[in-house]
């Protein structure tokens, strides 16, 4: 971001200054980390409030959810099996039972987590000035890397080193840019394809989908589960089969054959080689 605005936004102003790379250098840092809070603060202020809604509402009315939820799958499971509503009757019960004592126990965990919030902000901070100063001097800190390669290897093997995490580090980034609009796509789409369905906080949980989706196969499969209880909630156990159903099958085409297209084209890889190599990995 910081070399696309130094060079291409910035390249025709303060030629006749002093020293116009280092106010070049200087503009393009600070609004590139503008930028970078700009975009962290709209995010927040999106998402955090509709978690806490959610979160809020699910909690406060969470009595009557259980009860909805224990009802609805007492009575589907009697269609298949006689008498094994009981079974899961009982499961929930037991379940809700135990539900004060997880809550007592999960208090501490909060704690750790807000204490562990200060230390991340801590980070944070730190992870800011080391890019800062990174950025400031990068050709610098490169140069001198470079040295030391060279000190330490043969010519032709530090050249070859140079090339590959040259190529590394474009394709490293051309991944990452197709990854967040990957996450885009299955946002849009599978929002769209519970909205159509009728599903409550339809946009909120395609979002969980697609960022839970960085974790491999894992990950979409954990989404899952939050998308089938809110289903249950607001609608019905057949409607949550349903749509888990229509998601599987939507999340799969996107990325059997949309995934593919956008990581190909960013890195300059042919589709059927990612499919190829998705399927073999």
């Known amino acids: 971001l910081m070399d696309c605005i130094e060079q291409r936004f910035l390249k025709n102003y303060f030629n006749n200054a002093k020293n116009p790379f280092a106010i070049k250098r200087a503009v393009s840092i600070v609004v590139s980390f503008l930028i970078l809070f700009l975009v962290i603060f709209i995010i927040i202020n999106m998402i955090v409030p509709r978690v806490i809604e959610i979160g809020t ?5 969470r009595e009557q959810y259980i009860y909805q939820i224990k009802t609805q799958l007492t009575d589907f499971v009697n269609k298949f099996i006689p008498d094994g509503g009981d079974t899961v009757s009982s499961l929930i019960d037991g379940f809700t039972a135990n539900l004060g004592e997880t809550v007592t126990n999960f208090l501490p965990k909060i704690i750790e987590i807000s204490t562990s919030t200060f230390t991340f902000i801590g980070q944070f901070l730190l992870g800011i000035l080391i890019a800062f100063l990174y950025l400031k001097d990068k050709e610098k800190v490169r140069e001198y890397s470079k040295k030391v390669v060279r000190l330490n290897c043969k010519p032709e093997k530090a050249e070859h080193l140079f090339s590959v995490t040259q190529k590394s580090d474009k394709i490293l980034l051309d991944y990452f840019v197709g990854k967040v609009l990957e996450a885009g796509v299955l946002t849009i789409g599978i929002g769209i394809t519970l909205a159509l369905l009728g599903v409550r906080y339809a946009f909120e949980l395609a979002f969980i989908i ?11 499969i954990i ?14 156990v057949d409607q949550a089969i349903t749509v ?4 599987i099958l939507v999340f799969t085409f996107l990325t059997t054959f949309v995934t593919p297209y956008i990581i190909g084209k960013k890195i300059k890889t042919n589709m059927l080689i990612m499919v190829i190599a998705m399927v073999v990995g």
């Open 57 to 61: 509402e699910l909690f406060n009315n």
């Open 210 to 220: 697609s960022i839970l989706n960085i974790i491999p196969y894992i990950g979409f």
């Open 223 to 236: 989404s899952l589960i939050p998308t089938a209880l809110i289903t249950m909630i607001y609608g019905s």
């Open 244 to 247: 888990l159903i229509v998601v």
